[in-house]
């Protein structure tokens, strides 16, 4: 996640001024709603990506901040992901409860289901979903960042974006416990996965599709499409019930619509690596997700069955 905003929302007439005139949400924002996002806000514009939870010790938490016991962490995170199965409700998932195994139980059939998709656009529900339906585990590094402590902070999110990330994908440098990755972990295994990515550019996904085609993965690419003011209203919404921040401006200006342009590069450029693309519209003019309406579903896709998930 990138921190560095263009659009500065540390005060209040400013973000008054965003959610009236530029998001026009069609209700009165709460003074403290908005005190909440400039008090977020100006703890990011403090934070230096450079100090995220991975690498540095000033945001972890006290009872694991040294390294020795960071790994250990990881460690079990990466156990308990691998071998739980996932929580009635992804908020009950903390450490030593839940994973992302499916209830339903895991095959291996070497299966990959892609979502990608802005900020809230539905992705983790449908994931659940697919994962029940397909026997698949679910690679979601914002299920990771449950299992740390630092995620119940103001911004804990965002402080652990590398180290989750890592988590589901791999440790590269300064694995002493030559830790794997939840990735590499269920591929190798072949378990039929599903995968949630944002998408904001191609250059992560690519990566991901040559290793589970080299790992002989039938593949389905799928994109939940919202706009990029629906997304960031929800976003907002989420906000307000969770207290838990999610950057505006990300959603806004950095996310935008880039995932809709990113499945159609990969849909072009990559289109031989897959068995099924498809969308699925998580726009306001569907209420609800059973009523939502899949768009150019081509084959075994999940856009193209989504209504009888």
Not at 89 to 104: A, R, V, W, Y
Not at 255 to 280: C, Q, R
Request: with cysteine; proline share 4%; aromatic share 8%.
């Amino acid at each position: 996640m990138g921190l560095n905003f263009s659009r500065l929302l540390r005060d209040d007439d400013l973000v008054e001024h965003f959610l009236v005139t530029v998001l026009q949400v069609d209700h009165k924002v709460p003074s403290e709603t908005i005190r909440k996002i400039v008090t977020n806000e100006k703890i990011l514009i403090d934070f230096k990506e450079a100090e995220n939870t991975l690498v540095s010790t000033k945001y972890r938490d006290r009872g694991c901040v040294n390294d020795m016991d960071r790994r250990k962490l990881r460690k079990q995170v990466i156990h308990e992901l691998f071998t739980l199965s996932k929580t009635n409700k992804e908020d009950e998932t903390i450490l030593g409860i839940g994973g992302s195994l499916p209830k339903s139980g895991i095959k291996k059939e070497r299966k990959a289901y892609i979502l990608i998709g802005p900020p809230a656009s539905g992705k983790s529900t449908i994931a659940s979903s697919i994962a029940e339906k397909k026997h698949a585990i679910i690679l979601d590094c914002d299920l990771a960042k449950r299992k740390f402590p630092e995620f119940e902070y103001e911004c804990g999110a965002s402080f652990l974006q590398e180290e989750s990330d890592h988590v589901i994908y791999g440790f590269k440098y300064d694995n002493p416990f030559s830790l794997k990755g939840l990735s590499e972990l269920s591929a190798t295994n072949q378990y039929n996965i599903v995968i949630l990515k944002i998408g904001r550019s191609t250059a992560g996904i690519v990566s991901i599709l040559k290793y589970l085609d080299n790992m002989g993965y039938e593949i389905h690419l799928t994109l939940l499409a919202l706009k990029r003011r629906e997304a960031t209203i929800r976003a907002l919404n989420r906000f307000d019930q969770t207290k838990r921040y999610v950057p505006l401006g990300y959603v806004f200006d950095h996310v935008a619509n880039d995932p809709l342009l990113s499945y159609y590069l990969l849909k072009e450029n990559m289109g031989h690596l897959f068995k099924s693309t498809g969308v699925i519209d998580t726009g306001e003019n569907a209420d609800e997700f059973a009523a939502r309406r899949p768009i150019n579903p081509d084959g075994e896709n999940p856009a193209d069955w989504y209504e009888g998930i």
